[in-house]
């Protein structure tokens, strides 16, 4: 029986890969981190060289936390690889050192006993999926099936961007995992700094015609899409109301209950040095991760958010990721949920 099985973002977790930030390192400064992660700064502006040791140590105690809450619920937890990220990656077009593999959201998508590698827009990434190597072995010995996208280029021509909608060129699918939210046969496409469109045609022509991609264009161009809406369970969701509001929720979901979340919370503990070299927003303390259709662990700062969602009934366990604003991930982004327990579904007309 394969080990990979997930369908969308809510049914009962059985298995998760959790991310290890040991060795973690600014992404490199070049054309791609511009796009992704700085596009309001000149390259030479962009933060460098390895994270602080003291935000290392303290986001491994936090995640460390978080797996012992899982396991207790009886949930399999795996961790990737440590990778020489300070080392060089070099093409004929370009040169970068690596980032981290403190996200398995990011470069990774589970689509039923699908997983596949994503064609991800930093250079710096392009060899990441190497510190899982030996978890996509078991899954694939274990009957998955294992597809990477083509290998992009990555040439500066695709960060050749419009200001005013920093998105990659449709010159070669480019895209993030974590630009994609699942619905069953339904997936949610956002095109952003880090997914072009072409890359949205890519997923629905390889996923074939029993799936539909959504495209969720010009409502938020930073990064990802989890952040911005989050899938509860089937007939609700979880949305970001300075990027989105009731007009410009994406149609196949305007049947679904939409619950706007309250301002975050806690924003001061940081300071204005420590935010100058952040990678994440505000909204990051949104990113909230399902461990079950009824039962959310959220940033234990953001006291209105979890009452909104208790008035839901929905169970709330609080836990705190100190520098996920720093590091560019909350509890979403740190997982991949390899195994949840349910079935394929449609869950629209």
């Not at 806690?266 to 909204?283: C, D, F, K, P, V």
């Not at 039962?295 to 969602?309: E, K, M, P």
Request: charged residues 25%.
């Amino acid at each position: 029986m394969s080990l990979i099985w997930s369908c969308n973002e809510w049914d009962p977790l059985e298995e998760v890969v959790v991310g290890n930030p040991l060795g973690a390192r600014f992404p490199h400064a070049d054309a791609s981190t511009r796009l992704a992660e700085y596009p309001d700064r000149d390259i030479k502006d962009i933060p460098q060289g390895p994270f602080p040791d003291r935000i290392i140590e303290e986001t491994e105690e936090d995640l460390q936390r978080f797996i012992e809450v899982m396991e207790h619920r009886g949930i399999t937890t795996k961790r990737p690889d440590r990778w020489p990220h300070e080392h060089w990656i070099k093409t004929p077009q370009w040169e970068s050192r690596g980032y981290y593999n403190y996200c398995p959201r990011d470069i990774f998508l589970v689509v039923g006993d699908r997983i596949i590698e994503t064609p991800n827009v930093i250079r710096g990434r392009s060899l990441e999926t190497g510190s899982y190597r030996r978890l996509l072995m078991e899954y694939y010995e274990s009957g998955a099936n294992w597809f990477s996208a083509p290998k992009p280029v990555l040439d500066d021509a695709l960060f050749e961007y419009d200001p005013l909608a920093p998105t990659p060129r449709n010159l070669e699918p480019a895209f993030d995992a974590a630009n994609v939210l699942r619905f069953g046969h339904d997936l949610l496409y956002l095109v952003s700094a880090t997914g072009n469109e072409l890359g949205g045609h890519w997923l629905q022509r390889v996923l074939g015609e029993t799936f539909r991609v959504h495209f969720l264009k010009d409502v938020y161009f930073g990064s990802h899409i989890d952040s911005t809406l989050v899938a509860l369970r089937p007939g609700l969701i979880l949305a970001n109301p300075g990027r989105l509001s009731p007009e410009t929720i994406p149609p196949f979901l305007k049947d679904w209950e939409v619950i706007f979340s309250p301002p975050m919370e806690n924003q001061s503990r940081h300071s204005q040095e420590y935010l100058q070299q952040a990678i994440g927003s505000e909204w990051i303390d949104m990113n909230l991760f399902s461990l079950g259709p009824d039962t959310v662990v959220v940033d234990s700062d953001q006291r209105a958010l979890i009452a909104l969602l208790e008035a839901k009934q929905m169970e709330v366990i609080p836990l705190k990721l100190r520098h996920s604003r720093m590091l560019g991930g909350g509890f979403h982004c740190v997982t991949l949920d390899t195994r949840r327990r349910g079935t394929m579904e449609s869950y629209f007309s």
